[in-house]
């Protein structure tokens, strides 16, 4: 069974155990107390990860960490359907691993203004919130155009994958960072599709999807 070394309010562990209720993955968790006490930097948690840094699993014996790399493993060896990571679609692989490096800019600029302002980390917070907005402008403006052409996700398959669920928890933590997402009306309605999925899940932050609206 695959043991997940987890912070509950960490979106980054949030998008793994997503991923994992939503392939229904049996996994354990094991608590990180994140903050105040920082048992990431312990002596026993850097044999897992040198780097210091959650979320971390064990499956078997086998430790990965950083959470783009997890969610790309645990689509390749769980999903029976080969849709959230479909090893064999090249040009779509391509067109994630390039959403997958842009959830790592939402997590150096959303998610760090999220530290600042709850954790107290010392970031240059005006420079956070700038960096989350002209990203989350760029995929307002990807997911509209996408609209028009009839695509509900961030790829251009017809179904989610992993893209999907490596940017979403930042974005819809935003707010806790200052970022309000008023703005981005075509991220908005692509939250609320994520939030449809069979097998979501929430966290402390992150409601469920609201009734769905009839037919006009």
Same mark, same amino acid.
């Given at each position: 069974m695959i043991t997940l070394y987890d912070y509950e309010l960490s979106g980054n562990c949030y998008k793994l155990r997503l991923l994992m209720s939503i392939l229904d993955i049996g996994h354990k968790t094991v608590p990180i107390?994140?903050? %105040? +006490?920082? !048992?990431?930097?312990? !002596?026993?948690?850097?044999?897992?990860? %040198?780097? +210091?840094?959650? %979320?971390?699993?064990?499956d078997d014996g086998l430790i990965l960490r950083d959470a783009q790399a997890i969610l790309v493993y645990l689509a390749s060896k769980y999903d029976p359907s080969g849709k959230w990571y479909p090893r064999d679609n090249p040009a779509l692989l391509g067109e994630i691993s390039q959403w997958l490096a842009f959830a790592d800019g939402i997590t150096t600029t959303a998610s760090a203004a999220r530290l600042h302002d709850a954790l107290f980390y010392d970031f240059d917070i005006e420079a956070a919130r700038a960096g989350a907005h002209r990203l989350f402008r760029l995929l307002d403006e990807h997911l509209w155009f996408g609209e028009q052409q009839g695509r509900d996700w961030i790829c251009s398959a017809a179904y989610p994958t992993i893209a999907d669920i490596a940017c979403f928890p930042y974005i819809m933590l935003s707010e806790e960072g200052g970022i309000p997402r008023q703005d981005y009306p075509a991220i908005r309605r692509w939250c609320d599709r994520v939030k449809r999925i069979k097998g979501f899940i929430v966290m402390s932050g992150v409601f469920p999807a609201g009734p769905a609206r009839a037919a006009a």
């Open positions: 107390d994140f903050y %105040p +006490g920082r !048992e990431h930097k312990s !002596e026993w948690f850097l044999k897992l990860n %040198p780097l +210091g840094q959650l %979320p971390v699993i064990d």
